[in-house]
């Protein structure tokens, strides 16, 4: 897998970081716990307040297509959690219920796991009868598969109809077949990949800042891209974490900053990043630490980082037998961070 996915050229300059916070409403009110007197518990109501316990909204009157609307994104945990509201719900959703059975046994099929051999034709299969019965999730793995299987416009249609019932990841695969497309919609893609940033998809939220890095389809910003660069990093996105790294280390879009962008070089190197692993075995051996700095160099030469391999066989020389096969066997048992 290709990771140079930092932007080669950037006429941008060096801006100031700013924090990723949503301004609160002015005509909301905050009553801090901590600084709440204790006389408003112990002060008699006045006659304005009632004590009196207001009754239970019902729900029950909701009508199931705007119900089965509303929960179509849900998993199982929700779903069962919303069943429990009332009969009415709980009849209602029957349907997702069913559909979460159909997307277990189609992830099942597609990565043969749960005793079953790996079948494509059945888990397509699968999935589409939970997308049939309403499941968003079940609609993304369908498009999934026929994307894979080179049905694209099938997938699209998937990927779209999940996206309009306010799914993520529909969202975010709809947005980047978008952006593969020749010529490419950006236009149509960029405000996706907003809804499903804000929805917290945090592959959507790299992508959303390769093309704020870029200016691709949008006002170029350094700024708010390596915000969303933070964000997805901070997500547990491995890409994410190089640019951030990188974002860090040249001061781009944030305040230049050596400490951040070791950390986040570090997390790359760890969850996997063979780049990260590579420029991290660098800054070891610069630091004098000849043995983590091979362990590292060596599983970015395992991936495919040439130059990798080149750095280590050099520093290699300058460690005892003992700590080159102690450096060998800690490569071998690396396991990246999850």
């Given at each position: 897998m290709k990771q140079g996915t930092w932007p080669r050229k950037s006429d941008g300059g060096h801006y100031k970081s700013f924090p990723f916070v949503i301004a609160p409403d002015e005509s909301s009110t905050f009553i801090n716990p901590a600084k709440a007197h204790l006389s408003f518990f112990n002060s008699t109501p006045k006659a304005s307040y009632s004590l009196s316990r207001s009754p239970m909204p019902d729900y029950s009157g909701i009508p199931f297509d705007v119900l089965r609307r509303i929960a179509a994104t849900f998993t199982l945990p929700n779903l069962r959690a919303a069943s429990l509201v009332c009969k009415t719900w709980r009849d209602a959703l029957k349907p997702l219920r069913e559909a979460m059975l159909f997307l277990k046994w189609g992830k099942r099929y597609k990565h043969g796991r749960g005793g079953v051999k790996a079948n494509l034709k059945k888990a397509l299969d699968s999935f589409l009868k939970g997308a049939a019965r309403g499941s968003t999730l079940a609609m993304v793995d369908a498009g999934l598969i026929y994307w894979e299987m080179g049905n694209k416009e099938e997938g699209i249609a998937w990927y779209r109809r999940a996206a309009d019932l306010g799914d993520p990841a529909g969202q975010c695969n709809l947005a980047i077949a978008y952006l593969r497309d020749n010529p490419p919609k950006t236009k149509e893609a960029i405000p996706l990949l907003y809804r499903a940033s804000f929805g917290g998809h945090v592959r959507a939220q790299y992508q959303l800042a390769l093309c704020l890095h870029q200016g691709r389809g949008t006002t170029q910003s350094l700024q708010e891209a390596a915000r969303w660069y933070l964000k997805a990093a901070e997500g547990?996105?491995?890409?994410?974490?190089?640019?951030?790294?990188?974002?860090?280390?040249?001061g781009e879009g944030t305040v230049q900053c050596h400490k951040l962008a070791r950390k986040w070089m570090?997390?790359?190197?760890?969850?996997?990043h063979s780049k990260a692993q590579f420029e991290h075995g660098l800054s070891l051996f610069a630091e004098g630490d000849m043995m983590k700095a091979v362990v590292y160099l060596e599983l970015a030469t395992?991936?495919?980082?040439?130059?990798?391999?080149?750095?280590?066989?050099?520093?290699i020389q300058q460690l005892s037998v003992p700590s080159r096969e102690r450096a060998m066997i800690l490569a071998d048992t690396w396991r990246a961070s999850h």
């Open positions: 547990g996105y491995v890409r994410a974490m190089y640019n951030t790294s990188l974002c860090f280390l040249t570090k997390k790359a190197a760890d969850h996997g395992r991936a495919g980082e040439q130059a990798a391999g080149h750095v280590k066989n050099v520093i």
